[in-house]
Nanobody, 123 residues
């Protein structure tokens, strides 16, 4: 079970931190990804922590602006988003790949999803 929080309305250039809390399993045991979906667009991979060492992959559109971290003690992953742009507006989801172990930015590999949190970047 995954629950996202932290979305909201922010001005361009601003920052937000999303959280994804897990229950029923340990996040450190599986690849965990952040995805987003804007109206009329396909779901896009944003970032992923692939393994227990915390190795992270980012989409080119967010690299250098977004940071994904995992807090094992809280069984929570975070997505720190800075220098936000209007094109970052979307519903953001976290997901776990509990079956294949590959993770990455391909949403088809993920089987456990949160309900999503809305991020709107607008002045």
């Amino acid at each position: 079970h995954l629950v996202e929080s932290g979305g909201g309305l922010v001005q361009p250039g601003g920052s937000l931190r999303l959280a994804c809390a897990a229950s029923g399993f340990n996040l450190r045991d599986y690849p965990i990804g952040w995805f987003r979906q804007a109206p009329g667009k396909e779901r896009q991979g944003v970032s992923c922590i692939r393994d227990s060492d915390g190795n992270t992959v980012y989409a080119s559109s967010v690299e250098g602006r977004f940071t994904m971290i995992r807090d094992n003690a809280k069984n929570t992953v975070y997505l720190q988003m800075t220098s936000l742009k209007s094109e970052d507006s979307a519903v953001y989801y976290c997901a776990a790949d509990t079956q294949t172990g590959w993770g990455g930015l391909n949403s088809r590999l993920y089987d456990t999803w949160g309900q999503g949190t809305q991020v709107t970047v607008s002045s």
